[in-house]
């Protein structure tokens, strides 16, 4: 349960890593080629694919960092959950603490 539970979040986490990142570099990339602004004091950009590129990485760290705190807080449900199912039996005297839902789920 514990293993399919991780790869399942792992998965997750990695696309939408993915998802955040892109989204990020094609915001960037589409403000660089349609921007109507003036920038001319800063100069033109020559080839937008380099900030593009560059807000990618910084986007994929960014989110990284995001979904690792998010996997974290799953894997503390998941041990939280097996310790429950190890300690109690689902007794009246000895009843579960993790909602049916989770309990569903896992």
Do not use: H
Not at 30 to 49: H, N, P
Not at 54 to 59: A, K, N, S
Request: hydrophobic share 50%.
């Amino acid at each position: 349960r514990s293993t399919l539970l991780d790869v399942n979040v792992f998965f997750s986490s990695s696309l939408a890593r993915i998802f955040v990142a892109l989204a990020a570099s094609v915001c960037t990339a589409a403000f660089i080629i349609y921007a109507d602004t003036d920038f001319s004091y800063l100069g033109t950009v020559e080839y937008w694919q380099i900030p593009a590129v560059v807000v990618f990485v910084f986007g994929f760290i960014f989110g990284s960092m995001f979904f690792n705190v998010t996997e974290m807080a799953v894997d503390t449900i998941m041990q939280c959950f097996l310790e429950d199912s190890e300690r109690n039996d689902g007794t009246a005297t000895r009843p579960y603490y993790a909602p049916a839902s989770l309990r569903r789920y896992i």
